[in-house]
């Protein structure tokens, strides 16, 4: 089985991508019944649900991520400490 290491991030393997780029009928088994296009590529993904979609020009998908193991126990109070010792972020969300 190829490595999964790449699910908790959402973002597809760049060979996934090129394939679904080059192979449409690869593409509308990505985007139809996603889990099976990728085992058939040899992924193994467990119980994980899997969902894909695909961005246009005028379509942008965002993704909000699980929250890390390492800041589910703090209080909503001790997230923004972490954050603020961590990140600098302007009024408009963008973050350096």
């Known amino acids: 089985m190829k490595k999964t290491d790449w699910l908790p991030y959402g973002q597809l393997p760049v060979p996934v991508i090129m394939k679904a780029w080059s192979d449409d009928a690869f593409k509308q088994a990505l985007l139809s019944d996603p889990k099976k296009a990728l085992e058939d590529l040899g992924y193994d993904l467990g119980n994980y649900e899997i969902q894909v979609s ?28 972490y954050l603020a010792d961590t990140t600098t972020c302007s009024a408009t969300g963008t973050c350096d």
Not at 55 to 80: A, H, V
């Open 54 to 81: 695909e961005n246009t020009s005028n379509k942008m998908n965002l993704t909000l991520p699980d929250i890390p193991e390492s800041l589910q126990s703090l209080s909503s109070d001790g997230i923004k400490r």
